[in-house]
């Protein structure tokens, strides 16, 4: 028969290495979904970001066309209107209209032989600085299905409908493009001709090169059909089924944004986002690098798990009787810990071998509970600024809005101030990305030191949104104008272009007879921001 320490020893070391391996599988479980949802939501946002930015830049185009196209039409529906003076007309609308279209190559109006065999519109593409009109391509000699000429005239007419084209190369002018057009017809249905422009394909894929994702991602882009248009390794036109069929747009899930593949032996996982022109965005990193942080961390884990399970062992082998009573707490708190409550410490502070144990235990349990307070900082906090990120902007968005749910939105007062630095671009590509970061952090810490009462968020790259509670809510004009006053203050000394304060800003206040969550607020605070920079931009600030 086995003796009672003997016994104790037994069920103390038992108690303990299930402890340990509990806490253990808990702690990697935890690691792991942390850091997948974290790989997840960085690529998610990386997606939506660079896509939002792009359907930006897309949505400006679609929307200088059809300002274009509806003066034209207007101008059509006059019974007394002069061809070659709407021709004129039009042409100056566009002309004004292309000097303020950023990466715009081309403009056409496209008039239709059968309409007016006299008067054929005009075609203008950007050339040293200067809008340089070129010879009409003559439509009536190609066939209508000759997309390689006269896809951009005869497309949008069999539609009935302003379209995207997919890239392609111009030999005209020797430019690979992208083109928007739209077709103009008379109230009763006659076809009059295109409306179009031509917009630099470079351009777009000069601003995906930049882009990265851990240290070996990439983002590449896909037409409508899955054909490569901008990869980093891949050839223009490749079809992406040779990447992965799960990729190819007509096997993409609506209901989600993330897929996992195989591709020359290397499992990779991809964000995608679908463009205001019809192509997709991928957004790629490999699961070796998306894994590494959490495989690490589960190494030190482990050893550290069998360091203590060690410790404890000779510890029990060698003293049972007096150690009963701690080490019953001792096995209480694991089970605390194996439940996720790491806010507990054991106040045994005897200098024995128990004394040590408990200790040892202490410190497991705080390196536990840093491992895990750090994995999450990461999660919420901006890398290079060190304020929040998007991610935590998210949260701090459901945060609100399940205040908009549980108390109502008429007591709810939140506003929020939205910022974006001017100019980052042009800082980068002339004076190096290093001056580029030294530009945003000198406006983050600004608006940090103006608004140190409130959250200061970094939500892109060269976007900032603060959330204005309380105090801050209701000094929301006098700090946007302290704001002002103190980058006049920096910009007065004449500093390096990488050191001026160049800030749009945008406030909005949540209206609860209007707004019903906080994208509302954010959308308004977007507009009111994109107004003050069109008015820095035409005030030359």
């Known amino acids: 028969m086995h003796s009672i320490r003997y016994k104790i020893v037994l069920l103390t070391v038992a108690a303990i290495v299930v402890s340990i391996f509990s806490i253990g599988l808990i702690s990697i479980y935890t690691i792991r979904a942390a850091q997948n949802q974290n790989s997840r939501d960085r690529m998610f946002l990386t997606a939506q970001n660079v896509s939002m930015s792009l359907d930006s830049y897309l949505?400006?185009?679609?929307?200088?066309?059809?300002?274009?196209?509806?003066?034209?039409?207007?101008?059509?529906?006059?019974?007394?209107?002069?061809?070659?003076?709407?021709?004129?007309?039009?042409?100056?609308?566009?002309?004004?209209?292309?000097?303020?279209?950023?990466?715009?190559?081309?403009?056409?109006?496209?008039?239709?032989?059968?309409?007016?065999?006299?008067?054929?519109?005009?075609?203008?593409?950007?050339?040293?600085?200067?809008?340089?009109?070129?010879?009409?391509?003559?439509?009536?000699?190609?066939?209508?299905?000759?997309?390689?000429?006269?896809?951009?005239?005869?497309?949008?007419?069999?539609?009935?409908?302003?379209?995207?084209?997919?890239?392609?190369?111009?030999?005209?002018?020797?430019?690979?493009?992208?083109?928007?057009?739209?077709?103009?017809?008379?109230?009763?249905?006659?076809?009059?001709?295109?409306?179009?422009?031509d917009i630099s394909y470079e351009m777009i894929v000069n601003?995906?090169?930049?882009?990265?994702?851990?240290n070996t991602g990439y983002v590449f882009l896909t037409d409508s059909n899955g054909r490569i248009v901008y990869h980093p390794e891949l050839e223009k036109g490749a079809d992406i089924t040779n990447i992965s069929p799960e990729l190819h747009p007509d096997n993409l899930?609506?209901?989600?944004?993330?897929?996992?593949?195989?591709?020359?032996?290397?499992?990779?996982?991809?964000?995608?986002?679908?463009?205001?022109?019809?192509?997709?965005?991928?957004?790629?990193a490999d699961d070796i690098e998306i894994n590494s942080d959490w495989l690490r961390l589960t190494f030190i884990l482990?050893?550290?798990?069998?360091?203590?399970?060690?410790?404890?062992?000779?510890?029990?082998?060698?003293?049972?009787?007096?150690?009963?009573?701690?080490?019953?707490?001792?096995?209480?708190?694991?089970?605390?810990?194996?439940?996720?409550?790491?806010?507990?410490?054991?106040?045994?502070?005897?200098?024995?071998?128990?004394?040590?144990?408990?200790?040892?235990?202490?410190?497991l349990t705080e390196?536990?509970?840093?491992?895990?307070?750090?994995?999450?900082?990461?999660?919420?906090?901006?890398?290079?600024?060190?304020?929040?990120?998007?991610?935590?902007?998210?949260?701090?968005?459901?945060?609100?809005?399940?205040?908009?749910?549980?108390e109502g939105k008429e007591k709810l007062e939140f506003a929020l101030a939205m910022f974006d630095c001017n100019n980052l671009k042009e800082i980068n590509d002339q004076y190096g990305h290093d001056k580029g970061d030294i530009y945003l952090r000198k406006a983050c810490k600004l608006i940090?030191?103006?608004?140190?009462?409130?959250?200061?968020?970094?939500?892109?790259?060269?976007?900032?949104?603060?959330g204005l509670t309380n105090q801050d809510f209701y000094d929301r004009e006098m700090l946007i104008d302290t704001f002002v006053e103190k980058a006049n203050e920096i910009n007065a000394s004449d500093p390096e272009p990488w050191e001026r304060i160049s800030v749009a800003k945008g406030l909005a206040t949540f209206d609860p007879q209007t707004d019903s969550c906080v994208d509302d607020v954010l959308r308004k605070a977007d507009e009111s921001m994109y107004e003050d920079k069109?008015?820095?931009?035409?005030?030359g600030k």
């Open 59 to 197: 949505n400006s185009v679609e929307q200088s066309v059809e300002t274009v196209y509806n003066y034209a039409s207007e101008d059509l529906s006059n019974p007394d209107h002069d061809m070659e003076s709407h021709l004129a007309k039009v042409n100056d609308i566009f002309n004004n209209i292309a000097s303020h279209t950023n990466g715009l190559l081309t403009y056409y109006y496209r008039i239709d032989p059968k309409y007016d065999s006299d008067n054929q519109g005009f075609w203008y593409y950007y050339k040293d600085g200067h809008m340089i009109r070129n010879v009409l391509t003559e439509v009536d000699k190609f066939d209508e299905n000759d997309m390689e000429h006269v896809g951009w005239f005869y497309t949008p007419k069999k539609m009935h409908k302003s379209i995207w084209l997919d890239p392609y190369y111009n030999d005209n002018i020797g430019i690979e493009m992208i083109s928007y057009v739209a077709p103009v017809f008379t109230a009763d249905d006659t076809f009059v001709g295109v409306i179009g422009v």
């Open 207 to 214: 601003n995906l090169k930049n882009i990265s994702i851990y």
């Open 253 to 284: 899930s609506q209901d989600q944004s993330y897929a996992s593949y195989t591709y020359e032996g290397s499992n990779k996982r991809a964000s995608y986002a679908k463009l205001t022109n019809g192509m997709y965005l991928y957004a790629v």
């Open 302 to 363: 482990i050893m550290a798990s069998l360091f203590i399970l060690v410790a404890f062992l000779i510890i029990g082998i060698f003293l049972s009787g007096h150690i009963t009573k701690p080490l019953s707490r001792l096995t209480e708190a694991a089970q605390k810990i194996s439940d996720g409550n790491y806010d507990l410490k054991l106040s045994y502070d005897e200098e024995d071998e128990v004394g040590i144990l408990t200790k040892t235990f202490n410190q």
């Open 367 to 406: 390196h536990l509970k840093a491992y895990i307070n750090d994995l999450n900082s990461k999660a919420y906090t901006d890398g290079m600024t060190s304020v929040r990120n998007s991610a935590a902007f998210n949260a701090y968005k459901l945060q609100i809005e399940d205040l908009i749910a549980n």
């Open 448 to 466: 940090c030191d103006v608004f140190e009462h409130s959250p200061v968020f970094r939500i892109g790259g060269d976007e900032f949104v603060v």
């Open 534 to 539: 069109w008015f820095m931009k035409e005030n």
